[in-house]
């Protein structure tokens, strides 16, 4: 099957710094999505982004499909932003997911 | 408010009594599909569902059992739970098969003993 590298596999930030995390897929795929998992356990669609650029106030999103990578960027984090991010792609009809980058953001 | 609400959110229980999970979404979602949560292992899909009375496994799908009889609910049952089964559940729902983002409900944390 499609296999789903992330990285950084743990990022320690300090309140205000940008970070670049990364998620580098084996295959083509129908789509690919960007999840933060908070630390109460819930999962939240950040993005939805198959291909191209978004942006979502201090996130964005960048998929290169040609290339097989996705970048997702957090700028001026916040505590807030601590928790887990999980890249995951779809291919034929499974939702394959990455093992996550842990975020922990400083005060 | 658009959403997917699963139900326990927690259930500590015993070895072979028989649980279900239910699963609902207000979106008018084609697609739906459980995944299991496991420290170390990720994320897997247990079961999903392309339609109503459309079912098919996912890469767990041992000891597990899912129905789609309505569009909006998508159960999960363990007919015989085992102590390998203690896991964080989640379900989600997308417009259709591979289209639109998924949602996810709040999980739901089991524990078999």
């Known amino acids: 099957g499609i296999q789903v590298e992330q990285s950084p596999p743990d990022l320690i930030l300090q309140e205000g710094a940008n970070s670049t995390l990364r998620c580098n897929f084996s295959?083509?795929?129908?789509?690919l999505q960007w999840f933060h998992q908070n630390p109460w356990g819930q999962l939240i669609n950040l993005f939805y982004i198959p291909s191209g650029t978004k942006q979502n106030g201090r996130l964005s999103a960048t998929t290169v499909a040609t290339e097989r990578y996705s970048l997702l960027y957090i700028s001026s984090s916040q505590t807030t932003d601590s928790g887990v991010y999980f890249c995951?792609?779809?291919?034929?009809?499974?939702?394959?997911f990455g093992e996550g980058t842990q975020l922990t953001v400083n005060p | 408010e658009a959403q997917v609400t699963q139900n326990p959110r927690y259930l500590i229980t015993v070895t072979g009594k028989k649980l279900t999970v239910t699963c609902s979404q207000n979106m008018n979602h084609e697609y739906m599909s459980w995944y299991r949560q496991d420290p170390g292992l990720g994320l897997r899909q247990i079961y999903y569902s392309m339609n109503v009375e459309v079912t098919d496994k996912g890469d767990v799908p041992e000891g597990y059992k899912v129905s789609r009889k309505e569009k909006r609910n998508f159960p999960l049952i363990l007919e015989s739970p085992s102590p390998n089964q203690t896991s964080l559940y989640f379900c989600?729902?997308?417009?259709?098969?591979?289209?639109?983002?998924?949602?996810f409900g709040d999980g739901t944390r089991l524990s078999i003993l």
């Open positions: 295959d083509s795929v129908n789509n």
């Open positions: 995951a792609v779809t291919s034929g009809s499974r939702l394959t």
């Open positions: 989600a729902s997308s417009p259709g098969q591979g289209v639109g983002p998924q949602h």
